[in-house]
């Protein structure tokens, strides 16, 4: 299985990670409900993904206009990836009305 994970394009690595890490806070922000540090973890977190996904995101543009043979693979790819959009908002949304 960890082979398989490896042999995927490095944008759907990151956002099946990013999924991961987002999906384990929301358990920690619901098991440990009285602890606030899982809140501002969450907040970092989610910053610093932004950044990461978004750079990706970037460069999956660039190699849009560069990789002209390669445009479906590239198009599919930044959907996965900007599929984690809707859910760290819908994530956010469950955790702001938990609060």
Not at 69 to 88: M, T
Request: glycine share 4%.
């Amino acid at each position: 299985m960890e082979k398989d994970f490896l042999k995927l394009p490095l944008a759907i690595q990151m956002a099946i990670v990013s999924f991961g890490i987002g999906t384990v806070l929301l358990l920690l922000h619901f098991i440990f409900k009285k602890s606030d540090i899982i809140i501002v973890i969450g907040i970092y977190y989610v910053l610093i993904a932004f950044l990461v996904n978004g750079l990706m995101f970037l460069k999956l543009i660039i190699d849009w206009f560069t990789e002209i043979q390669s445009r479906h693979k590239i198009e599919r790819q930044a959907l996965i990836l900007f599929a984690n959009v809707p859910i760290s908002f819908v994530y956010f949304l469950i955790v702001i009305s938990t609060l």
